[in-house]
Antibody, heavy 120, light 106 residues
Framework: QVQLVESGGGVVQPGRSLRLSCAAS????????MHWVRQAPGKGLEWVAV????????YYADSVKGRFTISRDNSKNTLYLQMNSLRGEDTAVYHC?????????????WGQGTMVTVSS | DIQMTQSPSSLSASIGDRVTLTCRAS??????LNWYQQKPGKAPKLLIY???TLQSGVPSRFSGSGSGTDFTLTISNLQPEDFATYSC?????????FGQGTKLEI
């Protein structure tokens, strides 16, 4: 079945880096734009970044621009989020999400998420 | 950035009730509006896209309407599994912001 599984979360000190991965299965990964969406504890959802199906276009939320980099490896069916210069406000569950098959920037399949805690 | 405001922030209802949740955009977004349901500790689930199109597999008691800046999600005949948090999200332009959510409680 269609599935997204995130990994790579953990506890990290402010200013350090972390790379998240999202393994996709059950669909043609290389045909879909992919997103990262996060949710801080007790807060609402926040869109983080999107990458086009072929990796040629990337867009970011202002809160992460210049610090986070979204990428993908279509040969491995895997999405990544490189997070540098981490801050306390980056503490959240990070979900990867697949773009809807007919409607742009709509998230029809979500992973369960991986928790990132930024703390000294 | 386009701001999305949901009301109410929480709502109490009973099994069998009909409820309406509201989402307002800070500028016109045509019908580029999606609704998600989220239960504690779980990933969000897409319910409605393009303001009024029911996602495959979602029960027909869920319906969406609106265009421009004002949107509604209506749930008819509330079932026990419907008690959750509902969030709207626009897909009009980067960044694709979400509302703060409406928590639907028994």
């Amino acid at each position: 079945q269609v599935q997204l599984v995130e990994s790579g979360g953990g506890v990290v000190q402010p200013g350090r880096s972390l790379r998240l991965s999202c393994a996709a299965s059950g669909f043609t990964f290389s045909s879909y734009d992919m997103h990262w969406v996060r949710q801080a504890p007790g807060k609402g959802l926040e869109w983080v970044a999107v990458i086009s199906y072929d990796g040629s276009k990337k867009y970011y939320a202002d809160s992460v621009k210049g610090r986070f980099t979204i990428s993908r490896d279509n040969s491995k069916n895997t999405l990544y989020l490189q997070m540098n210069s981490l801050r306390g406000e980056d503490t959240a569950v990070y979900h990867c999400a697949k773009n809807h098959r007919t409607t742009f920037n709509t998230f029809d399949i979500w992973g369960q998420g991986t928790m990132v805690t930024v703390s000294s | 950035d386009i701001q999305m405001t949901q009301s109410p922030s929480s709502l109490s209802a009973s099994i069998g009730d009909r409820v309406t949740l509201t989402c307002r955009a800070s500028q016109s977004i045509s019908t580029y509006l999606n609704w998600y349901q989220q239960k504690p500790g779980k990933a969000p689930k897409l319910l409605i896209y393009a303001a009024s199109t029911l996602q495959s597999g979602v029960p027909s008691r869920f319906s969406g309407s609106g265009s421009g800046t004002d949107f509604t999600l209506t749930i008819s005949n509330l079932q026990p599994e419907d008690f959750a948090t509902y969030s709207c999200q626009h897909s009009y332009i980067v960044p694709y912001t979400f509302g703060q959510g409406t928590k639907l409680e028994i």
